[in-house]
């Protein structure tokens, strides 16, 4: 039930993988035929990628995971374009990726706005529009948000950026391989993607760029990926990559609905259940599979440490920032006061996940909201 956090692999990915971890071990740079087959299949994985963003196979970069494309996406567009404007616009919601990203830039010189969000956590178009200066060379804003999976209008400020002749880049790591991400029909300029969070391995990801689009490399090195990547190419991850895009496409829609599915059943059930309970996002304009709920008078945490201990795996905020006990920067930015960010809890739902197991999680999450009411002395 953490999906957003991460992804089993595949066993068709894992398949896919393994010759490249073995026999064909070879460099992609090198000339002879190990080389040779290794370039192949760099090759071929790009194809693949593309396919799936409606792309070009030479538009698409291999990095490290989502968060080498965030960095490259934003650095490499600011440091490349200084000249033409120093302004960039992102959201209060994003990913640390962008929003540290943008923290260095703005120590570059970069002046950055963070636009609000409405209560569903949806950018305010108004507020984008009015943000837009002469000297604005990029927006940057998620495809969809990895705590409360609410989906941005991309398709809308695509064509606002395209008139406005502004670059623009999406956070596509949640959405890709979950709802249909073509880049012509959202009007992107660079998104990011990552494999683990689609059945792939861990440290691989994407970064699509949209030819002509100007940027900077920002690891310096052989000259990889047109110069704009370089270190010799995880070959068996992006083989693992590819095959994990793939695999998405062919089973989106089935998927998609399936968990939608699964996650009207689960919020009809707690909130049918549990008084003084609600769902942060919407119902509406959502990742399928994802949900987060919010409960008064109990913390997150207490209830994740309840489930984990019935072998259910849920996160409060978001997996990478779990760690903190600041309340999220995404739920204060919904405009939930700090008090009721400390109840939510984030479920994302997979490909492994049934009906029984939904009913059971959502047995185990009305027991422990019950439980910790009891005794806790933000009780009622
Ligand atoms: C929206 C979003 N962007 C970026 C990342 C970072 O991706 P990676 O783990 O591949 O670096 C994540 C991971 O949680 C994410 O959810």
Known sequence: MDHSATTPVAARVLQAMLPYLSDKFGNASSLHSFGQEAKMALEESREKVAKLLGASPEEIIFTSGGTESDNLALKGIARRNWEHGRHIITTCIEHPAILETCKTLEKEGFAVTYLPVTGEGVVDMAALEAA??????????MHANNEVGTI???EEIGKLAAEKDIYLHTDAVQSVGKIPTDVNALGVDLLSLSAHKIYGPKGVGALYIRRGTKLESIVQGGG???GLRSGTENVAGIVGLAEAAQLCGESMAAEGQRLSMLCDRLAALVLGRVKDAWINGTMKRRLPGSLNFGFSFVEGE???LY???KGIAVSTGSACSSHKLEPSHVLLSLGLPPVKCHGSLRITMGRSNTEEEVDYVGECIVEAVERFRGISALGR
């Open 152 to 154: 941005q209008p991309i």
């Open 132 to 141: 837009i200066r002469p000297d604005t060379i990029l927006i940057s804003v």
């Open 302 to 304: 207490s209830l994740l």
């Open 307 to 309: 489930l984990d201990s």
């Open 224 to 226: 990889h990926e047109r």
